[in-house]
């Protein structure tokens, strides 16, 4: 491997993706549906726990410190400790990457939510709107620009973290990483841990451009 | 005006009673004093209410208990007849126009669909909020093609107040409640968007309970002022002409400030006064006729009116004697200072000051000659005017109840 040439390393890889690429595809496939599923979850809760908390002092910063706390434990660990609950393969993966994605949904909602022009919530509330009216058609709309930023980041955050799923035999491109580990020294490891670092960060610049068009698409002309 | 229920009932024989408060009174905790402390007042329907005092006296909190946005902690407020102090909040305000200083429209929304949000609360059909939209935007002058797919952002800070208008009245409330509605917008665009709206007013005849700090704004606008000072008591609850003339207490006098009797003038209409008269002459006339005209009356200069009776050229015997031979449409000075009946007698001082021979001309839509306001008529108005607010100040305060002095006005 010492001896080899830059030129005849790319060429061997280049053949090593041409030989894997059914394989390359469909493990790039498992991982954007893992991450896709685990970023919807996380928007899910971490938009309901927003709403729920923006208002009031106490329970806003307990939302932030727990979801935060969550970001602070290991991923291998995290994964590992999922088993007992779920059992191994995508299970453990999707809870713990849902619980990593929250905080900055949970804090984008929050900021959003509360940057809201009180004007606007006033003459709103003088027109008979209720409460949840509010929410609903003034509030959340308003501040969907600053969630789905959070939302973007929570996706470049778990399609990174997911490979390491593979730990707890996850699907995605961990896979490719993990094999890898396991035959360092042999030629192959550099091309398996190389396709699927590649692989991570097409997808992440995928998710990141289809989400910057979804959010542009679902904000309104009016506060673009 | 010893009598408080007195003080607070309109003191012209009022119609229908709108909006009643009674005892409204606000105590947020842990303040020593109520923001609001058991207000009693009427306010009249059709009629524009202005609320005015200075800052912190608890003219806003008033205002925001009728659509209860703060809740009273003590008080009634009665609707057109109906006790509303513990009604349902969001039906009440369905009903309740509201407009506030920053406007608030909905900036995600088009104009239409910020016009359309009570409407759609109110259950109308489509059909129905469509006519509306089209209409309220015509009512505040934009069209509405240009207009009704526009967003927030798009539209200067006057237009956003129209809109925020035509959003207020779109569920065509009886009451409207208007918080600084003028405050945030450049002088000249302010006063055009009075005007616009007392002429809207004029049509649309709603109840209109107004804040402002401003007492121009409030005397220019109200067809009744409330002076309240802290804690929302009330200094004196009468018309503009009889607070600026007979003001109740030094409180009063003092926020009226200085000046008083020349923001009097803005209430008075060229129309209502007495016009003086001035010699004039035909466009065609030669000059002996004009030297005969002068000699006869003890002004310096004549009027020369063509045809139609529209001023055309102020002449004095000077010109006269420097442009023989010439006609009267080419020597002396072009007239300037012209007004109109409706123009307010303060617009008329005002030109008259400025202009050369220090009279106004007064003409009528079609620019035919009226008569003359000067220094002397405006004189003559102000010195009526004060009589008249003595005579009216003296009979309130020898009448007891409430309907008699409310006879007094009309």
């Not at chain 2, 952002?153 to 065509?172: E, I, M």
């Not at chain 2, 709603?206 to 606008?221: G, L, N, Q």
Request: charged share 25%; hydrophobic share 45%.
């Amino acid at each position: 491997m010492k001896d080899q040439t830059f030129g005849e390393f790319l060429t061997e890889f280049f053949e090593f993706l041409g030989r894997r690429y059914d394989d390359l595809l469909e493990v790039g496939l498992e991982h954007m549906g893992l991450v896709a599923l685990s970023v919807l979850l996380s928007t899910v809760v971490g938009v309901l726990i927003g709403v729920t908390t923006y208002r009031t002092e106490r329970p806003r910063e307990i939302a932030l410190a727990v979801t935060g706390a969550f970001l602070t434990v290991p991923s291998f660990a995290l994964f590992i400790l999922m088993i007992p609950l779920t059992g191994i393969g995508w299970p453990p993966v999707i809870a713990a990457l849902t619980m990593y994605g929250l905080l900055p949904i949970v804090r984008n909602t929050i900021t959003g939510l509360r940057e809201v022009d009180q004007a606007t919530i006033e003459s709103a509330q003088g027109m008979g709107m209720s409460r949840g009216e509010r929410l609903v058609r003034i509030e959340l709309p308003l501040a969907w620009p600053v969630i789905v930023a959070g939302v973007r980041i929570t996706t470049l955050i778990l399609v990174g973290i997911a490979t390491i799923g593979a730990i707890v035999d996850g699907p995605g491109y961990g896979t490719f990483i993990f094999d890898g580990l396991a035959r360092v020294g042999s030629p192959a490891a550099i091309n398996l841990v190389l396709s699927g670092m590649l692989g991570v960060i097409v997808i992440a610049i995928l998710f990141d451009v289809i989400l910057a068009v979804l959010g542009k698409l679902t904000t309104s002309r009016g506060i673009r | 005006m010893t009598d408080p229920s007195a003080a607070n009932t309109p003191a012209t024989a009022p119609g229908k009673i709108m909006i009643k408060l009674e005892n409204l009174g606000k105590q947020y905790p842990k303040e020593p004093k109520p923001a609001v402390d058991n207000l009693t007042l009427e306010i009249p329907e059709g009629e524009i209410v202005i609320l005015v005092g200075p800052s912190g006296c608890g003219k806003t909190t008033t205002m925001k208990m009728i659509n209860r946005i703060i809740e009273p902690t003590s008080g009634r407020i009665i609707l057109d007849g109906e006790d509303v102090t513990k009604a349902d909040p969001d039906q009440l305000r369905r009903k309740i126009g509201y407009v506030i200083q920053q406007i608030g429209l909905f900036p995600h929304m088009t104009i239409a669909e910020n016009i359309a949000t009570v409407p759609k609360l109110l259950g109308w059909d489509k059909k129905k909020i469509d006519a509306r939209i089209d209409e309220l935007l015509q009512t505040v002058s934009m069209a509405p093609e240009t207009y009704r797919n526009r967003y927030p952002k798009q539209l200067s800070g006057g237009q956003r107040q129209r809109v925020g208008v035509a959003r207020a009245l779109s569920g065509d409330p009886a009451v409207m409640l208007m918080d600084e509605p003028f405050g945030a917008i450049d002088p000249i665009t302010r006063d055009r968007l009075q005007n616009e709206f007392l002429r809207l007013q004029a049509e649309v005849r709603k109840t209109i309970v107004f804040v402002t700090h401003d007492i121009d704004e409030a005397i220019k606008m109200g067809d009744r002022i409330a002076i309240l000072q802290e804690g929302s008591r009330i200094a004196q609850y009468d018309t503009p002409e009889q607070i600026l003339t007979a003001p109740a207490n030094d409180f009063v006098a003092d926020f009226i400030g200085r000046g008083a009797s020349l923001k009097r003038l803005n209430l008075s209409r060229v129309r209502d006064i007495q016009l003086s008269e001035w010699p004039t002459v035909q466009l065609g006339d030669d000059h002996a006729k004009v030297v005969e005209t002068l000699r006869a009356s003890d002004k310096g200069f004549a009027l020369v009116l063509d045809e139609q009776r529209r001023p055309r050229r102020w002449v004095s015997a000077p010109d006269l004697q420097r442009g023989a031979g010439r006609a009267l449409d080419e020597i002396g000075l072009p007239p300037e200072a012209i007004v109109e009946p409706q123009a307010t007698l303060n617009d008329a001082l005002n030109e008259l000051i400025t202009a050369n021979y220090s009279v106004a001309i007064v003409v009528d839509a079609s620019g035919s000659y009226q008569g003359i306001v000067d220094i002397d008529s405006i004189n003559e108005a102000i010195r009526t005017m004060r009589t008249d607010a003595r005579a009216r100040a003296r009979v309130g305060l020898d009448t007891d109840s409430a309907d008699e002095a409310g006879q007094v006005r009309r």
